[in-house]
């Protein structure tokens, strides 16, 4: 039976080496340099620079192949790595925390609680399908990392971008939600060192926003001079207007 469990993303197999390629370019390269060494001896500088050409060329064409065993390395690498669900629990309790942030934020009681939770899925949903739809790459939603859970991951080759979401109804985010996205991109990180994993990570920031426009422009302006300390990762910071979402995937 096969296992339920299997790694979603380990569709590549790890390469062979193939020797007789291997016995034909160590030749060749012998070749090139016994053709310069001679050209150069006998003083025929035209078959010397086609020689030293070629010899650079070889040099490119194995560096290039080196990058792309590597690259397939690291895409082997997400065999060995969890990519497992994050549990309802956790998710329940990540979704309660940020529901009780708005309620405090919009200063209403937890008579609201059930229509602000409501507008969180949406918001946070919606906020994914746009973001799969403008990278055109496979998405996970709510997966673990070697321990460190994300709203999403994006997965393109051997770089996994970590997708983190955020509803904003007033121009900030609260520093304890920063520096728990990037507490966790950093274990993330130090899991697969641990691993020896060659696959890169980057931090996505989706912030989903319903606020007045001087308040967005006000928003914008904060992330642009903000300085994330100690960042172990690239940050991409896409801002998405909830209203504007709800046009585009909901209202016909």
């Keep these: 039976m096969k296992d339920g469990t299997e790694n979603p993303l380990a569709r590549v197999e790890r390469r062979r080496p193939d020797y007789l390629l291997l016995i034909a370019a160590a030749v060749l390269v ?15 500088y035209t078959e010397a620079a086609i020689f030293f050409v070629s010899a650079i060329v070889l040099a490119a064409l194995f560096l290039i192949d080196r990058a792309a065993s590597r690259r397939a390395s690291a895409l082997d690498d997400r065999k060995v790595i969890r990519w497992d669900a994050a549990s309802p629990e956790l998710q329940r309790q ?27 899925i949406v918001a946070e949903d919606l906020a994914l399908r746009q973001i799969q739809q403008e990278e055109n790459l496979p998405l ?15 997965v393109d080759q051997d770089l996994i971008t970590c997708v983190e979401v955020a509803f904003l109804v007033t121009p900030d985010l609260r520093q304890e939600k920063i520096e728990s996205m990037l507490k966790k991109v950093a274990t993330a990180i130090q899991n697969l060192a641990t691993m020896k994993s060659r696959l890169r990570l980057r931090l996505m920031l989706v912030l ?32 998405l207007d909830f209203e504007m979402l709800q046009r585009t995937y909901v209202s016909e």
């Design 30 to 44: 012998v070749l090139i340099l016994a053709g310069l060494v001679t050209a150069i001896r006998g003083s025929n």
């Design 140 to 154: 996970l939603r709510h997966v673990n990392i070697g321990g460190p859970s994300f709203d999403a991951i994006l």
């Design 94 to 120: 990540n979704v309660s925390i940020e529901v009780r942030e708005l309620a405090r934020l919009l200063g209403v009681g937890d008579d609201s609680l059930t229509d602000l939770l409501s507008a969180y």
């Design 208 to 239: 989903v926003t319903q606020m007045s426009a001087d308040e967005e422009e006000h928003l914008r302006l904060l992330f642009t001079t903000r300085r994330f300390t100690e960042t172990p990762v690239d940050i991409d910071i896409r801002m």
